[in-house]
């Protein structure tokens, strides 16, 4: 009570002004509004504010794959091309030329097979009865106009004139009766130790075997 007696009274003069002071809360709400609205409005003469955006940075996968190389051009068929009247014109002529070729090189080889007839027509005869006697009773020795018993002794005919046989005469005898390590091919060949075990020929066809013996020795058995 002694402190509440210390504070000396408000005068009324004292009081108004001291409550004159202090907005009422009716100016307050009245004054905001206004100052919000005066400073969110924009300025004429200043320029727009733009409001900041931040960049976004694109995403790199962990994986990055490599960059795939671009797919070639494909040249279509039905393209213009000025050069192909001469590749053309170039081809038909390269094929003309190998059908000419070709066309000689079948008449040169109808040409040599006709000129080489009569060698093949001659290889292929069969040999005559002489000469079939021949391969049967004497070319086991005398192969070719040779002895492969007796050098010397061959049916050339150097070596028929020298042992005396350069008739046929003389090579039909020997023919028949035997001569040195020769049997005898005659039907009266003896003893028998000199003539042939295997069939006897007769003399006409010793006689053809002489002359064919002195034929092919006269030509120097081709």
């Not at 080889?109 to 391969?135: C, I, K, N, Y």
């Not at 046929?168 to 028998?192: F, H, N, Q």
Request: proline share 11%; net charge positive.
């Amino acid at each position: 009570m002694a402190v509440a007696s210390a504070v000396p009274p408000l005068s009324a003069s004292a009081a108004l002004t001291r409550k004159s002071d202090k907005p009422s809360i009716r100016s307050q709400c009245i004054v905001a509004p206004r100052q919000r609205a005066s400073v969110n409005a924009p300025s004429a003469t200043s320029s727009p504010v733009v409001p900041h955006q931040p960049v976004q940075q694109p995403q790199q996968s962990s994986s990055a794959s490599p960059p795939s190389s671009p797919s070639p051009s494909i040249p279509s068929c039905h393209h213009h091309n000025p050069q192909q009247p001469s590749l053309q014109h170039h081809t038909d002529t390269q094929r003309h030329s190998l059908t000419s070729m070709a066309a000689c090189a079948a008449a040169v080889l109808s040409a040599t097979l006709l000129l080489q007839q009569p060698a093949l027509a001659q290889d292929s005869a069969p040999p005559s009865p002489t000469e079939a006697v021949f391969a049967r009773t004497c070319a086991g020795c005398h192969a070719g106009g040779g002895n492969l018993l007796k050098p010397g002794a061959g049916l050339s005919l150097a070596d028929l004139e020298r042992n005396g046989l350069s008739s046929v005469e003389d090579i039909a005898r020997v023919t028949a009766l035997s001569v040195g390590r020769m049997p005898g091919y005659g039907e009266d060949c003896k003893p028998r130790g000199q003539c042939t075990f295997g069939p006897r020929l007769s003399a006409d066809v010793i006689r053809q075997l002489a002359e064919y013996t002195l034929a092919q020795a006269q030509a120097g058995w081709p």
